[in-house]
């Protein structure tokens, strides 16, 4: 069976400094990945996406950045951060193509300080 | 990207039947309509998902509207485990969902 899991659970960070966030993936092989940002009280919000080795496509322009290195692996990483990088960061996958079914990580808590 | 509209919010007596609604008056010919949900300080999870007829699974029955405008998610008898924020989604058939919005939150009660 196919397992995505997502660490670490909970982070706290000073603004300005750099951000890591790991998802793997396993039990399935070429996954379309994903990266969500939840806010609090708000829904979900699509940061990135990729359908392969080194494909990535952003959907909101920001100081976020996400690598795929390895079939099932998809890293969101920042830079610098700001407060309002602060969230519910989830990762998720699906079987490759549209209109599939998402499965989501258990999620990371970030709060920057 | 096509919007959905729900409730912010629902409540329902425990062992009752709950009618979660949902419009997509913008639906294009090839969008799916999903459902998730998602329990508190978790990630959200698959109940169901349909294109033009209704559907069923051991989770819950969305029934779609004859134009495709509106769906409903059928939950038949609430437990206290389905208090959750409850997300209705159009999937492009070629592209990506795009944004969840807030959902409805339904609450149930003993």
């Known amino acids: 069976s196919q397992t995505i899991h997502q660490w670490p659970a909970t982070l706290v960070q000073p603004v300005g400094s750099p951000l890591s966030l790991e998802c793997t993936v396993e039990?399935?092989?070429?996954?379309?990945l994903y990266w969500y940002r939840q806010a609090a009280g708000r829904g979900l919000q699509l940061l990135f996406y990729?359908?392969?080795?080194?494909?990535i496509s952003s959907e909101v322009p920001q100081n976020l950045s996400a690598s795929r290195p390895q079939d099932r692996q998809f890293i969101l990483s920042s830079k610098k951060l700001l407060l309002s990088d602060s969230g519910f960061y989830l990762c998720?996958?699906?079987?490759?193509?549209?209109?599939?079914?998402?499965?989501f990580g258990p999620g990371t808590r970030l709060l920057v300080l | 990207d096509a919007k959905t509209t729900q409730p912010n919010s629902m409540e329902s007596n425990e062992e009752e039947p709950v009618h979660l609604p949902c419009n997509h008056s913008t639906i294009s010919g090839t969008d799916y309509i999903h459902w998730y949900r998602q329990l508190p300080s978790q990630g959200p999870e698959y109940v169901i998902h349909g294109l033009t007829s209704n559907v069923n699974n051991r989770m819950a029955s969305l029934a779609i509207a004859e134009d495709r405008k509106s769906s409903t998610l059928i939950l038949h008898r609430a437990t206290l485990r389905d208090a959750a924020v409850y997300y209705c989604?159009?999937?492009?058939?070629?592209?990506?969902?795009?944004?969840f919005g807030k959902g409805t939150s339904l609450l149930v009660t003993p």
């Open positions: 998720a996958w699906s079987v490759r193509g549209g209109g599939e079914t998402q499965y």
């Open positions: 039990g399935t092989s070429n996954p379309n």
């Open positions: 989604i159009l999937w492009p058939n070629s592209g990506y969902a795009l944004n």
């Open positions: 990729s359908v392969g080795i080194g494909q």
